[in-house]
Structures are given as structure tokens and as C-alpha cells.
């Protein structure tokens, strides 16, 4: 069993944030994606991942840094099992449920210990009252995968599908109220162990679009209407993550003014969804003489600068 400090190569103080860092970097050298060649460093980036997983587990980093449990997270086995029966008779060692000879009955401390046994003429026997019982079995390591998820797919929640290290493929669910670099488990999806498989952990990543952008659970948008639409006001396709719908642009609308889509954002955990939020860009055409003949006649300029003090 690896020390999850040794393996991830920081100080038993480290702090979360020193964790995710030492994981991230060694994740990227280790990932089975550029390692195929190389078996050694598959089983290095499980054994990475198994770090990651109980040191972000507050609990289970403080059970182990108590040694209440190994670097597996499996139970650590309690003092002085397995150290072989050193101790001879006459020496101070275990003899027939005493110590050292002295005639102390400990069969209520392994009782108690171990789940019971039988007391037999004062000493104890019939295996210990249970010293046999068979520990629980180490599963084998998770693997970690990572999913880069469409924009619109992920705001949509529409399935993905993922593509395991055993060649078979499952579909996912993407959770509502999902964030970026979110970590899902699957389940048994792991290596193999004496206990069973593994997990396998997920690294959710949203690829960027080319004209959406994501403000908490709102998706914002640009949009360039041209100088009629601005001031005469029109009805205008507008793409959405689900589709083209139609807006109204309000007469005397200007670059900056800001409409709203309501509910054509990403999913939130409890149900409802964020907005869209629709931006207006004026977009002026360039060498169009009609546009500069009437802006050179026409009187009614004003200051749009006025509440800048300039």
C-alpha cells in the first residue's frame, strides 16, 4: 500500500490547494492518453488518482493521518497484529492470552476488539474470539477520465458518450447544476481488484464557443443588428443553445443595450434554468455614401459624451 503523501510528492501539511497542483501536474505527465505504450504509467496515474481521492476527502485524509486506515482506505490493522507472535514464553510475549506471564485475562480486549469468542478455563480461545476474521478486500485503483463536453451540450444537458479504458462505451448523464472541471464517479468502472473494481472519476470540461459565453448559469451573447434595426426597431433571429428564436429589438435601441431570454441557460440544481442575455452591437457599414451624406446633414448630433463630464 502507497503513502497517498509519497505518491502525489508533497509534505503531510499540504495544503488542498498544493494537492489539486501536485495532482494536476502528475495526471497530465501519467494520463493513459499518452502513455499507451507504457503499462508502468497507467498503474502510476491510478495509483495518483487513489492519492487525489482520499487527500480531498477531508474525513479520510484524518483517518489516515490518525492510521486509522491505509493508503487504500481500507481499515489499518490494529496493534500488534501481524508482528508474528515474537514474543517467546518467559519473554514478555503472548502466551495462551497472557502477557509476559503475568496471568492477565485479555480476552474482553479482544472481545471487544474482534467481535467475541469463547473463554475457556481462564484463558482465551477458539481463534481469538475472532483474530481470524478476514479483513476487508482492497478494490482495485480508479481510473480518471476526462470529458470535454460542446457548450451547447453542456447547457442543454444532452448525453455524453464516454469511452472507458476496457473499449466499451457508456453514456452519461450530465447532472443538472454541473460546474467546469466538475468530477463525476462511475461506479465499478475502475481496475479490477480482490474487493472489485474500481471507480471511475470523470474530469467534466466545457470547450468554449466562438460566440457564447457562460456568466454563472446565464449564457451572454453579441449580437450585431444594423443601423435600421437599431432605430426603427425589427424582429430578428437570434441563435440560442437550443435553436434560432425570433427578438424584438426596440426602436432607439443602442450598442450595449442588453435583452433577455428568459430560461435559455444553463440547467441550476433545483429545476429552473438562467437566461440568456443579448447584448446589441450596432454594426456600421463601411464606404456606404448614403450613411455619410446624412450623417455630414445631419444637425441633431448631441453629446453621447455629455455624462462623462466631457
Not at 27 to 51: G, I, M, V, W, Y
Not at 156 to 167: E, F, I, K, S
Not at 266 to 272: I, V
Request: proline share 6%; aromatic share 8%; glycine share 18%.
Amino acid at each position: 500500500m502507497a503513502d497517498p503523501y509519497k505518491t502525489l510528492g508533497v509534505e503531510r501539511t499540504a495544503s488542498e490547494a498544493e494537492i489539486k497542483k501536485a495532482y494536476r501536474k502528475l495526471a497530465k505527465e501519467l494520463h493513459p492518453d499518452r502513455n499507451k505504450d507504457n503499462p508502468k504509467a497507467t498503474e502510476r496515474f491510478s495509483q495518483t488518482t487513489n492519492a487525489y481521492d482520499l487527500l480531498t476527502d477531508k474525513d479520510k485524509r484524518a483517518r489516515f493521518d490518525r492510521g486509522e486506515i491505509d493508503g487504500d482506505g481500507n481499515p489499518a490493522a490494529p496493534f500488534g497484529f501481524g508482528n508474528g507472535g515474537s514474543g517467546g514464553a518467559g519473554q514478555g510475549g503472548f502466551q495462551g492470552g497472557n502477557f509476559g506471564g503475568e496471568g492477565v485475562d485479555v480476552s474482553d480486549l479482544f472481545e471487544g476488539l474482534f467481535g467475541g469468542g469463547q473463554r475457556g478455563g481462564g484463558g482465551f480461545s477458539s481463534g481469538f474470539g475472532g483474530f481470524g476474521r478476514k479483513q476487508p478486500q482492497p478494490k482495485g485503483a480508479n481510473i480518471g477520465y476526462k470529458l470535454n463536453v460542446p457548450f451547447t451540450d453542456a447547457a442543454t444537458l444532452a448525453p455524453q458518450r464516454v469511452t472507458l479504458a476496457d473499449n466499451k462505451t457508456i453514456d452519461l448523464k450530465l447532472p443538472a447544476g454541473f460546474e467546469n472541471n466538475m468530477q463525476m464517479r462511475l461506479t465499478g468502472k475502475g481496475q479490477p481488484g480482490p474487493g472489485g473494481n474500481g471507480d471511475g472519476m470523470v474530469t467534466i470540461t466545457v470547450q468554449p464557443h466562438r460566440f457564447f459565453t457562460r456568466d454563472g448559469d446565464d449564457v451572454r451573447l453579441d449580437l450585431p443588428v444594423n443601423l435600421a434595426e437599431a432605430v426603427l426597431g425589427a424582429p430578428v433571429r437570434v441563435p440560442t443553445v437550443e435553436g434560432a428564436v425570433m427578438l424584438s429589438i426596440p426602436a432607439g435601441s443602442t450598442s450595449g443595450k442588453t435583452l433577455r431570454l428568459r430560461g435559455r441557460g444553463f440547467h441550476r440544481k433545483d429545476g429552473t434554468r438562467g437566461d440568456q442575455l443579448v447584448t446589441l452591437m450596432v454594426d456600421l457599414p463601411v464606404g456606404d455614401d448614403a450613411l455619410v451624406e446624412f450623417a455630414k446633414s445631419w444637425d441633431n448630433k448631441g453629446n453621447p459624451r455629455g455624462n462623462l463630464g466631457v
